[in-house]
């Protein structure tokens, strides 16, 4: 069955900037509408960003305005641009195919100097 794959994440100073990226893990699927959701430690997984089949995007209060959602159709990506990151924006971020109804594996993002 087909998942997300995320890539991208790592270690980042409060301020700074990264981008992650989500694949299908089959070559022969297409990304639709695609969602961005991230678990901190002891926390609950919770939806931060999502992009429908066209460039409509939406956002969670916490990240609106420092994160991104984009996509690029012809490469069958998904991106989440994150800027001005904090310490409260560490967690593992997945990508979720609503489509599919399946997770990635995540990836982990952490912010601290």
Do not use: H
């Not at 991230?38 to 460039?55: E, H, M, N, S």
């Not at 560490?90 to 997770?103: D, M």
């Amino acid at each position: 069955q087909v998942q997300p794959v995320e890539s991208g994440g790592g270690l980042v100073q409060p301020g700074g900037s990264l981008r992650l990226s989500c694949a299908p893990s089959g070559s022969s699927f297409s990304i639709g509408a695609a969602a961005w959701y991230r678990q901190a430690p002891g926390k609950q997984r919770g939806w931060i960003a999502g992009i429908t089949t066209g460039t409509m995007t939406n956002y969670a209060d916490s990240v609106k305005g420092r994160f991104t959602v984009s996509r690029d159709n012809a490469k069958n990506m998904v991106y989440l641009q994150m800027n001005s990151l904090r310490p409260e924006d560490t967690a593992v971020y997945f990508c979720f195919f609503p489509s599919t109804n399946t997770w990635g594996q995540g990836t982990q993002v952490t912010v601290s100097s």
